[in-house]
T-cell receptor, first 117, second 114 residues
Framework: DAKTTQPTSMDCAEGRAANLPCNHS???????VYWYRQIHSQGPQYIIH???NNETNEMASLIITEDRKSSTLILPHATLRDTAVYYC??????????????????FGQGTILTVHP | NAGVTQTPKFRILKIGQSMTLQCTQD?????MYWYRQDPGMGLKLIYY???????DKGEVPNGYNVSRSTTEDFPLRLELAAPSQTSVYFC?????????????FGDGTRLSIL
């Protein structure tokens, strides 16, 4: 599995952009980078994903370097409700015991983002 | 937008009891998944399904059973509850299993075995 490295914690002022980095130097050519977040003990919330181009949706932007070895999640205007654990994940294909396949999500330790007033 | 709905939200079981955790999705997704998350740990895949009638084991299937009779529903069964199964259980779904299809999660079931 392609491993990811994220800072343990980050702080951000409310209203400012939050830039969360992630290193994934062993990523393979057809593997996507996914970002999820988990608020308290709620279910993981999908944020965004990408292969090699930069992506933007209503929640965030994803910047992937040209060599695909790292990426940055950008929350353009952080609010207090964005305080959460953010997970950068490289999704890999796995074959199950019965021969079917799925895209595995491996949730590591993530980055604890604290947005303060 | 209901998405993925899990019931119950909380449950306390005695050792040896059985129960079924319910999961339903209204997005017409083909793939569904069951994960468990122990305190301070990442999610571990228990079982998944690629469509009605087809299920497969994930990383930690022992002690659990699943079935998928409809596209919408994917219940998880604990037959003989053990303290090691105390955890938060999350159900998820995705349109397909392809790399570019995100998984969407429910809010979880918090299960304690005493």
């Amino acid at each position: 599995d392609a491993k990811t490295t994220q800072p343990t914690s980050m702080d951000c002022a409310e209203g400012r952009a939050a830039n969360l980095p992630c290193n994934h130097s062993t990523i393979s050519g057809n593997e996507y980078v996914y970002w999820y977040r988990q608020i308290h003990s709620q279910g993981p919330q999908y944020i965004i994903h990408g292969l090699k181009n930069n992506e933007t949706n209503e929640m965030a932007s994803l910047i992937i370097t040209e060599d695909r070895k790292s990426s940055t999640l950008i929350l353009p205007h952080a609010t207090l409700r964005d305080t959460a654990v953010y997970y950068c994940i490289v999704r890999v294909a796995v074959i199950g015991a019965g021969g079917t396949s799925y895209g595995k999500l491996t949730f590591g330790q993530g980055t604890i983002l604290t947005v303060h007033p | 937008n209901a998405g993925v709905t899990q019931t119950p939200k909380f449950r306390i079981l005695k050792i040896g009891q059985s129960m079924t955790l319910q999961c339903t999705q209204d997005m017409n997704h083909n793939y569904m998944y069951w994960y468990r998350q122990d305190p301070g740990m990442g999610l571990k895949l228990i079982y998944y399904s690629v469509g009605a009638g087809i299920t497969d084991k994930g990383e930690v299937p022992n002690g659990y059973n699943v079935s998928r009779s409809t596209t919408e529903d994917f219940p998880l069964r604990l037959e003989l509850a053990a303290p090691s199964q105390t955890s938060v259980y999350f159900c998820a779904s995705s349109l397909t299993g392809l790399y570019n299809q995100p998984q969407h999660f429910g809010d979880g079931t918090r299960l304690s075995i005493l």
